[in-house]
């Protein structure tokens, strides 16, 4: 979940995602399709000017980013109450 995270702020080429997140192109590749997959990440393809083959971006879905924005939030409230709790 935590590549999403990246994608709040607006759409991202898989290479600056490879970048930031330090990550082997594939296994990156791997839990991107697995979040398009379930809707949380939208993944739009086109032909870069001068470019071979086609290049993929990425951004958070309107559902993506309500679970972020909510269930992500409300997850670890609990886990860190549950923590404090049983410390």
């Keep these: 979940m935590s590549h999403l ?3 709040r702020e607006g ?3 898989a290479t ?3 970048e930031t997140l330090d990550v082997p192109n594939n ?3 791997y839990h991107l399709d ?3 997959d379930a809707g949380l990440v939208h993944n ?3 032909k870069e000017r001068g470019a071979d083959g086609l290049h993929s971006y990425y951004v958070a879905t309107a559902l993506g980013e309500a679970i972020m924005s909510h ?3 409300e997850l670890i409230a609990e886990e860190r109450e549950l923590l404090t ?3």
């Design 34 to 36: 697995e979040l398009v």
């Design 44 to 46: 739009r393809k086109r």
């Design 71 to 73: 269930g992500v939030g």
């Design 11 to 13: 759409e991202m080429a």
């Design 5 to 7: 995270w990246l994608l």
């Design 16 to 18: 600056e995602l490879v």
């Design 27 to 29: 296994r990156l590749h």
């Design 85 to 87: 709790r049983y410390a």
